[in-house]
């Protein structure tokens, strides 16, 4: 196991609602990013937070957001809903300042379903 | 942009064989970090095996190993001795330069070990 925990693991919402998503980071990470993983795609780079505050962001709109704790905890929130927003989220902790080769550990990921 | 090709959807390989999995990649950027992850059924992404751009020999991490031909842009992944186990998605990605530390992946490849 990574230490990486995501809740919760299935999710079904309608178009239009919105949705939180949440992660615990791996302890002593202090960076935690996002991906959405469509069927049969690779994962797609969301956004990533370092010390609570947004430091990048992949090609999504808005309405796709997100907040880290003092405790490295994080949440993904989606606001209104669409039907191509049903996928895998994963949630990937790591150490930045350790090097290139720093890996990320990801957690088992939220498979969220909109419909 | 950076991109990571994966040009094998599907892979078959008897238990106890080796097998080749392919990735080739794209970037301008001299200093980059390539990655390869395990995706079971489970969602959960494994690190697999890092290579650095700057690394003069191929990685080797237990029965996997890191095939880099940095001329080629080709990084494939050599796994020994299949086990049954090892069934499940494998992707390559890259870490791209800069402030973030985003991960930028392939579609996949998807392994089967046959008894």
């Known amino acids: 196991e990574t230490g990486v925990t995501q809740s919760p693991t299935h999710l079904i919402k309608t178009r239009g609602q919105q949705v939180t998503l949440r992660c615990s980071s791996q302890s002593g990470h202090n960076t935690v990013s996002w991906y959405q993983q469509a069927l049969g795609q690779g994962p797609q780079f969301i956004f990533q937070y370092y010390r609570e505050e947004e430091n990048g962001r992949g090609n999504f709109p808005p309405r796709f957001s997100g907040l880290q704790f003092p405790n490295y905890s994080s949440e993904l929130n989606v606001n209104a809903l669409e039907l191509d927003d049903s996928a895998l989220y994963l949630c990937a902790s790591s150490l930045v300042g350790q090097g290139m080769g720093t890996e990320a550990f990801f957690g088992q990921g939220t498979r969220l379903t909109v419909v | 942009a950076q991109k990571i090709t994966q040009t094998q959807p599907g892979m078959f390989v008897q238990e106890k064989e080796a097998v080749t999995l392919d990735c080739t990649y794209d970037?301008?950027?001299?200093?980059?970090?390539l990655f390869w992850y395990k995706q079971p059924s489970s969602g959960e992404m494994i690190f697999l095996i890092y290579q650095g751009s700057y690394d003069q020999q191929n990685a080797t991490e237990g029965r996997y190993s890191l095939n880099f031909q940095k001329a080629r842009k080709s990084a494939n992944l050599v796994i020994s001795a299949s086990q049954l186990g090892d069934s499940a998605m494998y992707f390559c990605a890259m870490r791209e330069v800069g402030n973030t530390d985003k991960l930028i992946f392939g579609t996949g490849t998807r392994l089967q070990v046959f008894p």
């Open positions: 970037t301008s950027d001299p200093s980059y970090g």
